[in-house]
C-alpha cells in the first residue's frame, strides 16, 4: 500500500487539484457566506457560472473521460455571457450547476464500466477530441482574465478591487501553466504539473489574503494552506526504496 507522500505526489500534486479547489472554495463563498451580496446586487451572479467552470474542468481533469471533457468544455463556455451579463445570471448558474452534476455523475459511472461510454466510434475523433478538448477548456477559463480586463474594466466595472485584478492577473500564467503540463510529454510533464499546483494554490493564498478582513474567508484559507504543506510534503519526502 503506498504512504500518502507518494499518493498525493501522484495523483493531487498538479494544476488540477486548485482547479477544484478554486471553483469549489469560490463557488462556496458566494452560494453560502456572500449570497446576500449577490441578492443586493445581482450583478455579482457571474460569479456562480465563473467558479463552476473552475469547478468543471477540475473534474474533468481527474476523470480523463471524453464526456466529462464535453461537459467541461461546455460550462467554461458559459463564462463569456456570464461576464458580459448576455445572458440572466440565473440561467448561467444553473446550466454550469447541471454541467457539474453531469461530470459527478460520469465520474460515479466510470468506476461501474471500464470503456469511455458514449464516445464517437471514430477512433481518431475520440483521439483528437480528448486532447484538444481540455486544452480548448484551458483557453476559455483565461476569458475570464481577458474580459475583465480588455472589456469591462475599461468600460467601468463595479469590480475595480484588488482581489479581482490580482486574480485575474495570476490567471494568466495559471492556464499557460496547465496547457504546458497538458502538451508536455512523461518526461517533462512532472516539473510542470508541480508549478501548476504550486501557482494555482498560490494565487488561491494571496486572494483569500487579500480578503483576511472577512473571518468567512479564514476557514478557506487554513484549509488551502494544509494542502499547499501536505504537497510540499510530498516532494520533501523520500520514496522509500524496497529491499533486495
Request: without cysteine.
Amino acid at each position: 500500500m503506498r504512504k500518502w507522500p507518494e499518493l498525493f505526489r501522484e495523483k493531487y500534486l498538479n494544476g488540477g487539484t486548485a482547479l477544484v479547489l478554486m471553483g469549489a472554495q469560490w463557488l462556496y463563498l458566494w452560494a453560502v457566506p456572500w449570497y446576500q451580496s449577490y441578492v443586493n446586487n445581482p450583478h455579482w451572479g457571474h460569479n456562480y457560472a465563473e467558479a463552476l467552470a473552475f469547478l468543471s474542468i477540475g473534474l474533468a481533469y481527474f476523470n480523463r473521460r471524453l464526456v466529462s471533457y464535453i461537459l467541461a468544455f461546455v460550462a467554461t463556455l458559459l463564462i463569456i455571457p456570464a461576464s458580459l451579463e448576455l445572458l440572466p445570471h440565473s440561467v448561467t448558474a444553473i446550466a454550469g450547476a447541471v454541467l457539474v452534476t453531469l461530470i459527478i455523475i460520469d465520474m460515479s459511472v466510470e468506476r461501474k464500466h471500464s470503456q469511455d461510454w458514449g464516445q464517437p466510434a471514430n477512433q481518431r475523433l475520440t483521439f483528437w477530441l480528448k486532447k484538444h478538448l481540455p486544452r480548448f477548456s484551458y483557453i476559455m477559463l483565461a476569458h475570464m482574465a481577458l474580459l475583465y480586463f480588455f472589456v469591462r474594466l475599461p468600460a467601468g466595472t463595479y469590480e475595480t478591487d484588488l482581489v479581482t485584478k490580482v486574480f485575474d492577473g495570476m490567471t494568466f500564467p495559471f492556464v499557460i501553466m496547465l496547457l504546458l503540463e497538458d502538451m508536455s510529454g512523461i518526461a517533462r510533464g512532472s516539473l510542470v504539473k508541480v508549478l501548476g499546483f504550486f501557482w494555482g494554490m498560490a494565487a488561491i493564498i494571496v486572494s483569500l489574503g487579500l480578503l483576511s478582513n472577512q473571518p468567512e474567508t479564514w476557514p478557506h484559507m487554513a484549509f488551502t494552506l494544509a494542502v499547499t504543506i501536505f504537497g510540499v510534503i510530498s516532494l520533501l519526502v523520500k520514496r522509500k526504496q524496497p529491499a533486495e
